[in-house]
């Protein structure tokens, strides 16, 4: 019961996003949610989206909960889901569980990008 209400929690906060705009690379369209930027100690987490402007395997957009050591320059997955449709619409196709492991963010990637605009605006 509590690992539904924490799920219905997050899709609920999820669902009320303001995305912004940080990439497009012609393929897809990379969004993240500003009021999802939280920080605690040497993380921060936020939600991103992308949006494909062609299915990937009845794939057309997805979201992410992803969190970062700004310091170390690293990063996981906390959770994620796959959707029919762009822009979180359509049906979910598949999700992802939370990684344990943190991987190095390279530089010049979304991952990059995404880790400065989210490491700057900690307080």
Same mark, same amino acid.
């Given at each position: 019961? !509590? !690992?539904? #209400?924490? &799920?219905?929690?997050?899709?609920?906060?999820v669902a009320? +996003?303001?995305?912004?705009?940080?990439?497009?690379?012609?393929? +897809?369209?990379?969004?993240y949610?500003? !009021?999802?930027?939280?920080?605690?100690?040497?993380?921060?987490?936020?939600?991103?989206?992308?949006?494909y402007?062609? @299915? #990937?395997? &009845?794939?057309?957009?997805?979201?992410?909960?992803?969190?970062?050591?700004?310091? +170390?320059?690293?990063?996981?997955? #906390?959770?994620?889901?796959?959707?029919?449709? @762009?822009?979180?619409? &359509?049906?979910?196709?598949?999700?992802?569980?939370?990684?344990?492991?943190?991987? @190095?963010?390279?530089?010049?990637?979304?991952?990059?990008?995404?880790?400065?605009?989210?490491?700057? !605006?900690?307080?």
């Amino acid at each position: 019961m !509590k !690992k539904l #209400l924490m &799920g219905l929690m997050l899709v609920s906060s999820v669902a009320h +996003a303001d995305w912004i705009m940080y990439g497009d690379n012609g393929k +897809a369209e990379f969004y993240y949610d500003d !009021k999802t930027i939280n920080t605690s100690g040497g993380t921060v987490s936020v939600w991103e989206m992308l949006s494909y402007s062609f @299915p #990937l395997n &009845g794939v057309q957009s997805n979201r992410a909960h992803k969190e970062y050591k700004c310091d +170390a320059r690293q990063f996981r997955n #906390l959770a994620g889901e796959f959707f029919s449709e @762009p822009y979180l619409k &359509g049906v979910i196709v598949s999700n992802n569980d939370s990684e344990d492991e943190w991987r @190095p963010v390279v530089d010049g990637t979304r991952n990059s990008e995404l880790l400065d605009i989210v490491c700057g !605006k900690r307080s």
